[in-house]
């Protein structure tokens, strides 16, 4: 048969065969099957396969394909990419994909990078370090030794962890190295805090100190507590610190001038708190921007407005039980936005606008678990054996961390959280440094670091 006659027949037995019913065209093909011979069977043989198994994921548009996409779990995502390089080129083109996935694992997310390949990279390495987590394998531990005598304050900050001990000396680490930057002798040190230039140290002595790194020098000394001062706080651009004790008052002191500017009276057990902040949200008593002072004792916490204005009055007075049958645990979480607390209860977080309890986190299946760090999607707890991470969004628990016999403090000041900001959403670069500090009986210092990237 020519050539144009074929195709001419051709047209018309398709015609035809579009025509047929599913089961006409399954009766034709059976029959033009058995009428085939050797080659046609083997190229049928051969095309078959390449017919049932269309490439969908080659054939459809991009946009469509990525809407696709995003109905599969990250894991079968990563299957998928072992189909072919085509589909590897597609799913891993998919940012949003792999953004989604990276913020289910409480990732933090710069939606301005927009680099597809840069967000499967950071899905993985989220992903190992979840794993690592949720197998408590993700820190390791160090010591730093060098006080003669039992270490009651430690305070941190951008790598450096400052040390308070009844040796009668405070000293500055580097924890990365280990290695003692300064080391001055002091009063009995209850409390402490640093910047750059100075040291400032609450004591048993009943007194304040602010202290010059480089020479040693005191160079103020606060005078009016009758009470050890378990809790200090400044804030340079108000030139002010404040001060609790357990002569169960706050004292705000001109910083640089060292006298006593008021005293706050109301609280009926030791002052174990302080801390001086910005307000970040706006209420009928405050607006953003002002400077707020928090002071916890064993049942409240009180709300002081200080700013410019040094003979404030109690704002508000927070606690978990009207008729103090419950303690409150002495520490205490304020980022201007919220009030965080524990207690044998659980975890309460007030919203500071409203003053109202926005939720409480009981975890009925570990008591008396205490707060170290509270983020937007993790929060750092401890009890007498372990190091925690709660997911905030599941409160669940999802890792925890072996910790030695500690010393224990009723104030809280032997313990302290290091880096923070991961507790807002791990990035890749902010799960490194400093986890948890605390003294030891040997008057060491114990410390839980991130382990690196397997």
Not at 10 to 34: A, C, G, P, R, Y
Not at 226 to 238: I, Q, R
Not at 304 to 317: H, M, V
Request: proline share 2%; hydrophobic share 40%; aromatic share 10%.
């Amino acid at each position: 048969m020519e050539r144009k006659d074929f195709e001419t027949w051709l047209d018309n037995i398709s015609v035809t065969f579009l025509s047929l019913t599913d089961l006409q065209k399954n009766e034709t093909l059976d029959h033009l099957i058995s009428l085939s011979g050797a080659v046609q069977l083997r190229h049928l043989s051969n095309n078959l396969e390449t017919l049932l198994k269309r490439d969908f994921l080659k054939l459809l548009p991009l946009e469509l394909s990525f809407y696709l996409l995003k109905w599969l779990d990250p894991q079968t995502l990563l299957t998928c990419c072992l189909v072919s390089k085509q589909w590897n080129k597609v799913i891993s083109a998919c940012t949003e994909v792999w953004q989604i996935a990276c913020r289910n694992l409480g990732w933090q997310i710069d939606d301005s990078v927009q680099d597809a390949l840069h967000w499967k990279k950071v899905y993985l390495k989220a992903i190992l370090r979840m794993k690592q987590l949720e197998d408590h394998e993700a820190f390791e531990t160090s010591s730093l030794i060098g006080h003669s005598a039992r270490v009651y304050a430690l305070y941190y900050k951008d790598g450096l962890l400052c040390t308070g001990s009844d040796d009668l000396s405070a000293k500055l680490w580097d924890v990365s190295t280990g290695q003692c930057v300064y080391g001055i002798q002091t009063h009995t040190c209850a409390a402490v805090k640093f910047d750059e230039q100075k040291l400032v140290t609450g004591s048993f002595d009943n007194t304040v100190a602010c202290w010059e790194w480089s020479s040693g020098a005191r160079t103020q000394h606060f005078r009016g507590h009758t009470g050890a001062v378990f809790s200090v706080d400044y804030n340079d651009e108000l030139d002010i610190l404040v001060s609790g004790s357990a002569d169960f008052t706050v004292k705000v002191w001109a910083l640089s001038a060292g006298t006593c500017l008021n005293t706050l009276t109301g609280h009926t057990e030791w002052v174990t708190k302080v801390v001086l902040q910005k307000c970040k949200v706006k209420s009928l008593l405050h607006s953003p921007g002002d400077y707020i002072l928090l002071s916890a004792d064993k049942y409240e916490i009180k709300i002081w407005p200080i700013g410019r204005e040094i003979n404030c009055k109690c704002l508000k007075t927070l606690s978990v039980s009207e008729d103090r049958s419950i303690c409150l645990q002495p520490r205490l979480h304020f980022d201007g936005k919220y009030i965080v607390c524990s207690s044998a209860l659980g975890l309460y977080q007030w919203d500071f606008a409203s003053y109202d309890i926005l939720r409480v986190i009981k975890t009925p299946e570990i008591a008396n678990l205490a707060l170290l760090g509270f983020g937007d999607v993790f929060a750092l707890l401890f009890d007498n054996r372990y190091l925690y991470i709660m997911d905030l969004r599941t409160e669940s628990l999802i890792s925890r961390w072996p910790l030695p016999e500690y010393r224990k403090s009723k104030r809280g000041s032997s313990f302290l959280a290091g880096e923070a900001s991961w507790l807002n959403g791990l990035d890749g670069h902010n799960d490194t440094g400093l986890v948890f500090a605390t003294s030891m009986p040997d008057h060491s210092i114990h410390l839980v670091l991130w382990k690196e990237h397997g």
